[in-house]
């Protein structure tokens, strides 16, 4: 699915400063994976590149093949549209609009007539337990509810990789598990690639593989014992 070789990012301000000091790493179809390392140590910029919204300094960054730092910006927007999605820790839904709303966008982005967005919003809105929550505005929902919208609205394009910036970020425990069994129960009816980046022990935990960072780079990278619970 993703494969990564020797992957450096640099940002240029003032001084240099090297995000990520050469990844390497590949994820296959179908995995879960967890990314975790203290703050400031790559893990959004990894994510970042991962899903097309930045391109490396150096090194490539293979999807499916192919080197998504030498495709074109328009071939790169329509792998962001069609091919990843995205959840946050802060949720990221438009407060003006109702949930189905909310939920309905990437599929006005992706040009789907409203007749079959207005099916698949209803199906997936089921699919996080949220059928009865359509017509609410965001500011009506828990935080738990929010981030199942927003679940929901990532679902919405049946995108085969899903991002994740520490999802659970801003929730209690009780309902930070509660999430991250969705997230659990996408992957396994889904097949869906998941990648996480966490703080999170509980969000490691029901992952099969976890990856460390360290100041730009892979320190660890290994199987979760007893993960994908
Ligand atoms: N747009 C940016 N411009 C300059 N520096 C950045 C930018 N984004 C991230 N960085 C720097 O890159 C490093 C890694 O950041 P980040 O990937 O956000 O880490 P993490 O998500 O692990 O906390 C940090 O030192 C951060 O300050
Ligand atoms: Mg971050």
């Given at each position: ?6 992957v450096v ?93 909310n939920v ?126």
């Amino acid at each position: 699915m993703l494969q990564l070789r020797d992957v450096v990012k640099s940002y240029d301000g003032k001084s240099t400063v090297t995000a990520l000091a050469g990844i390497t790493l590949s994820i296959a179809p179908g995995e879960m994976v967890a990314i975790m390392g203290p703050s400031g140590s790559g893990k959004s910029t990894l994510l970042n590149l991962m899903g097309g919204l930045d391109v490396p300094t150096s090194g490539q960054l293979l999807v499916a093949g192919k080197d998504l730092a030498r495709e074109s910006e328009k071939a790169r927007s329509l792998f962001r549209r069609n091919s990843v999605s995205y959840i946050f820790q802060a949720y990221h839904l438009m407060p003006t609009l109702r949930v189905r709303q909310n939920v309905a966008l990437p599929l006005q982005l992706a040009g789907v007539s409203a007749k079959k967005a207005a099916l698949q919003v209803e199906r997936v809105l089921a699919e996080v337990g949220l059928e009865k929550r359509g017509d609410h505005l965001p500011d009506e929902l828990s935080g738990g509810e929010r981030q199942r919208v927003a679940i929901a609205r990532a679902l919405a394009t049946d995108a085969p990789l899903l991002l994740a910036d520490e999802p659970t970020g801003n929730l209690d425990s009780a309902r930070g598990r509660e999430i991250l069994a969705l997230l659990r129960s996408i992957h396994a009816n889904r097949n869906t690639t998941i990648v996480m980046v966490t703080h999170d022990h509980d969000a490691a935990s029901v992952c099969d593989r976890l990856i460390r960072l360290r100041d730009g780079r892979v320190e660890d990278d290994g199987v979760v014992i007893g993960g994908g619970r």
